[in-house]
């Protein structure tokens, strides 16, 4: 989830707040989500269904 936000800082990308999706700019002092809410939580919430994407964009029914 890093990755994202800390390359582009790293290639020179002013991100504000330092935070893109749920990753977080590694250069920055800025706790990553893991570290705020710990692994099991995160975990948790990123296998949860989401009704929108299964019906509009994984066409679920």
């Known amino acids: ?19 893109l999706a749920l990753g977080t700019n590694l250069f920055s002092e800025l706790p990553t989500i893991i570290e705020k809410y710990g692994q099991d939580y995160i ?3 990123v296998q949860k269904s989401s009704e929108y994407l299964d019906k509009n964009i994984y066409q679920f029914n």
């Open 1 to 19: 989830m890093d990755m994202y936000p800390t390359t582009l800082a790293a290639m020179g990308f002013n991100i504000e707040g330092n935070k």
């Open 43 to 45: 975990n948790e919430e």
